[in-house]
């Protein structure tokens, strides 16, 4: 079963650019692959610039010839390689980005770090800010 979540970057004006995660968005995998191999503004915005994702690193591809070619290659895994359309989503405010049904965001913010929010506070008006473990993950 996936562990739904999404992604974003906090833009100038307040507005949010996000992508949809789907597997291990836990801030004990998604968070500290976030941290490590994710962790500049213009990384960050090449991941989501590439839109929904099965993973944003992994190895393994969509069967397709090309892609075939780049398995030993750690990444992102669109869902746009298997021919979907699914650009990134643009949100207005961080309530509207919060409000959507995954389980965990995660949002590179304007002081440049991550922060992730638990989405699965039943009960709770908003969100709650969980701590992403130190360490970083390798491949």
């Known amino acids: 079963m996936a562990t739904r979540s999404r992604i974003g970057i906090e833009l100038a004006d307040g507005s949010i650019l996000s992508a949809y995660h789907h597997w291990d968005g836990y801030p004990e995998w998604l968070g500290r692959i976030l941290n490590t191999h994710y962790n500049t503004k213009e ?14 690193w992994t190895n393994e591809r969509w069967s ?19 021919g979907e359309d699914s650009p990134p989503r643009f949100d207005s405010n961080k309530y509207d980005y919060l409000a959507d049904g995954e389980e965990y965001a995660y949002l590179y913010t304007l002081n440049d770090e991550w922060v992730c929010y638990n989405r699965n506070e039943f009960g709770s008006k908003y969100p709650e800010v969980v701590e992403i473990p130190s360490g970083a993950l390798a491949v």
């Open 43 to 56: 990384k960050v915005s090449e991941l989501i610039d590439g839109g929904d994702m099965s993973s944003c």
């Open 64 to 82: 397709n010839d090309l892609l075939d070619r780049h398995r030993e290659e750690y990444g992102p895994n669109y869902y746009s390689y298997r």
